[in-house]
């Protein structure tokens, strides 16, 4: 486990069967996905039209604003209805957003570099080589098919050989090796393989890297899916259990040991659910901060050899282990004690298969998408494949692909306009703590050497990170992926012991999305979201500071939402508030998360978002949007102008900014997947993110003249920062 990187946007962490059809919730309710608005017609199928040729850049248009509407009472509408009503949602994507567009752009960049690299070619370079072969073994459709299950064949049988309870833990240490489903890199781990293991910043001294160990074991995005009685929740569930009957059998099992099988998976999976932390107790990095040593771990789990364990992963000895869920480690012992050797290997088997699904055979592959993007997120078809293999690219080796995405998409003269705008954004909070009227003089003095302490990384890393250990070859995707984890999964737990490296990133170049991390004290910009409708170098300041300025003020604030307040200038858990000023700031966040705690008609009736989940996002877009606009202030100010001046087009500034900032979030939701986001997803749905803060700020009411009563100006407005 990692504590959560705070994203702009959503990031699945569940499923990487999920994430690769989808592209990824990653970007969900951010940005991602394709096309323009064309559709093409074929073979009496409406297909998106995911040609470079269709994917056009979104640049901020005030002509788009539906002026037949009132911005007072609806202004999400108001900025996106036009575009709403022209951008339907393609049938392969679970939503449909104005950064659609650049997600095809990029992807349609990357696929160039793919192409040009995979002939096999000896004058290519080690990168060109690693990523060309890795793109043809997976465009392979043909061989892929032809292979047919025969790459699953030899991990099946290791399972079935395993003997004794005892052998279980190596088997797991296999299979975090080589499973991107079975270990989850990154900050949540609750779908790995039984449970996680990394290395891990230590929360109470950031400068050691210690080894962590998290809830696991589930296949579905987490808990809520196995426990939740509600009709719709109880329908997924069965819908799932019907999914693991044909998974097994499609593997080659018998309808009647399918059958059995899919029972065992789901009462063991269910159990597991029951003994995990929730994702609201698990926001609070107080909660899951529980030091053992190895002598109490292995007693946790006497059942775990946890000396095999760490042997067989290789990890270095630490200095103590973080258990963040001692309470699931006990109730999975005593499953462990409980259910015969034989539930366990059906388990494994079914890790293997689901693991394994997206990169095999088309029958697999269907399955795979029937369940986890149809029935979960709601689209209607597969991405082409293409874009899925763009997509496992950039997640196996992206840093060597976003080599090539950075020389192409991201000039000098961008890195150096995002740089101001960062320093001006962050010289706008020092002013906004120094004006509090709520927080003393010593915890604001705090709060400056906090901001003073976080490194701004604008674009892509400094040094790139080496895949030369990785062992791609043309004739297996579902190897290369396997190699690609395995040196992934070693390169988090090899940091064991090790210096913390500060200029590392979490996010490749080429993803549209960004994020603050607590215990580096760093905000990270890829070069992928530095791009239209985002970052505009066309465009004046009211237009970019309302957009990537409004995502650059998001991250900042992460820094000082409820979790981040908690760590420190050098990512130390560590309280650095008066206790009165803590206390301020808890009635503060109460409002939002108040504010927040909403039925979502978008997601079904009853449907009902939990205002504690999202409360540092929506916290971080209230203040974001705050420093967005005094930035913009600031830089209309030196040169001599007013946010109240006309700019371009006859708008105020002041307008154009709030526009440019919901026309950043214009989207259309399938309603599956806003139940999916409501349930998993500590964002708000794209709606929220505008009307509910538009409607804490009097400055936008200034903007358009809105009034008391009128639904953009809440009577109980709340302003943390
Ligand atoms: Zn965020």
Not at 4 to 18: D, E, I, N
């Amino acid at each position: 486990m990692h504590f959560p990187k705070r994203g702009y946007m959503s990031t699945s962490r569940f499923c990487l069967a999920f994430l690769l059809i989808l592209t990824l919730t990653a970007t969900v309710f951010g940005q991602s996905v394709t096309v323009s608005s064309s559709l093409a017609t074929s073979g009496g199928v409406v297909a998106a039209d995911q040609t470079k040729e269709a994917a056009k850049l979104s640049h901020f248009d005030p002509d788009l604003v539906d002026k037949t509407l009132d911005p007072c009472n609806d202004f999400y509408k108001y900025a996106c209805n036009k575009w709403l009503t022209a951008n339907p949602i393609p049938p392969d994507q679970a939503f449909w957003s104005t950064g659609s567009g650049l997600q095809l752009w990029n992807e349609n960049l990357l696929r160039e570099t793919l192409e040009a690299s995979s002939a096999d070619d000896p004058k290519r370079t080690a990168v060109q080589k690693q990523i060309g072969d890795y793109w043809a073994a997976c465009m392979d459709e043909s061989g892929i098919e032809a292979a047919g299950l025969k790459p699953l064949q030899p991990e099946l049988d290791r399972i079935a050989a395993l003997k004794s309870k005892k052998e279980i833990t190596v088997e797991i240490a296999h299979l975090h090796h080589r499973y991107p489903g079975a270990w989850q890199g990154g900050d949540n781990q609750s779908n790995s393989a039984f449970f996680g293991f990394t290395g891990s910043q230590d929360f109470d001294d950031a400068s050691k890297v210690v080894a962590a160990i998290d809830q696991g074991g589930l296949s579905l995005p987490n808990r809520d899916f196995y426990l939740n009685t509600d009709e719709k929740s109880v329908e997924i569930l069965k819908k799932y259990r019907a999914h693991l009957q044909k998974m097994f059998a499609l593997a080659g099992e018998s309808e009647a040991q399918a059958t059995a099988d899919a029972g065992v998976v789901i009462e063991l999976e269910t159990a597991l659910a029951k003994a995990q932390m929730d994702n609201v107790k698990r926001r609070d990095p107080k909660n899951i901060n529980n030091k053992m040593s190895l002598a109490q771990v292995r007693e946790l789990t006497p059942s775990i050899d946890w000396d095999a364990y760490l042997k067989a992963v290789k990890a270095p000895a630490s200095e103590h282990y973080i258990v963040t869920s001692p309470d699931f480690f006990r109730a999975e012992e005593k499953l462990l004690q409980e259910h015969p050797l034989e539930h366990w290997k059906t388990y494994m088997r079914w890790q293997v298969i689901h693991s394994s699904a997206p990169y095999l055979n088309k029958a697999m592959l269907d399955e795979n998408f029937d369940f986890f993007a149809h029935t979960l997120a709601g689209a209607e078809q597969e991405r082409p494949r293409w874009r899925r293999c763009v997509a496992a690219a950039d997640h196996d080796l992206g840093e060597a692909l976003g080599q090539a995405y950075v020389d192409r998409a991201f000039p000098p003269e961008s890195k150096a306009r995002t740089i101001q705008m960062v320093h001006a954004i962050e010289q706008a909070l020092t002013g906004d703590i120094q004006s509090l009227s709520w927080m003393s003089a010593a915890t604001k003095q705090q709060a400056v050497i906090k901001l003073k302490g976080i490194e701004d990384k604008i674009g892509y890393p400094a040094r790139w990170q080496d895949y030369s250990s990785v062992k791609i070859t043309r004739d297996s995707y579902l190897n290369n992926v396997s190699q690609a984890t395995s040196r992934e999964f070693e390169r988090w737990v090899a940091k064991v012991g090790k210096p913390v490296d500060r200029a590392e990133w979490t996010m490749t170049p080429p993803t549209i999305n960004a994020y603050y991390d607590p215990q580096l004290n760093t905000i990270n910009f890829p070069a992928g979201i530095l791009q239209p409708p985002f970052f505009d170098p066309s465009k004046d300041d009211a237009v970019n500071f309302g957009a990537v300025g409004m995502v650059i003020g998001h991250e900042i604030i992460h820094g000082f939402d409820d979790q981040g307040r908690k760590f420190d200038a050098h990512g130390n858990l560590r309280d650095w508030w008066t206790a009165d000023d803590g206390k301020q700031y808890d009635e503060r966040g109460k409002c939002i998360s108040d504010e927040y705690t909403q039925d979502v008609p978008e997601a079904g009736e009853g449907v009902k978002q939990n205002g504690l989940l999202t409360q540092g996002e929506d916290t971080a877009d209230n203040g974001g949007i705050h420093l967005a606009l005094n930035a913009t202030a600031a830089a209309l100010k030196a040169q001599g102008k007013s946010l109240d001046d006309k700019g371009p087009d006859g708008w105020t500034y002041r307008q154009r900014f709030f526009l440019s900032y919901a026309y950043s979030w214009c989207a259309n939701v399938r309603p599956e997947i806003a139940r999916l986001a409501v349930t998993t997803d500590p964002h708000s749905l794209p709606v929220f993110r505008i009307d509910n803060v538009v409607s804490n700020m009097p400055e936008f009411a200034q903007a358009f003249g809105c009034k008391a009563g009128q639904k953009m100006v809440r009577a109980n407005a709340c302003r943390v920062w």
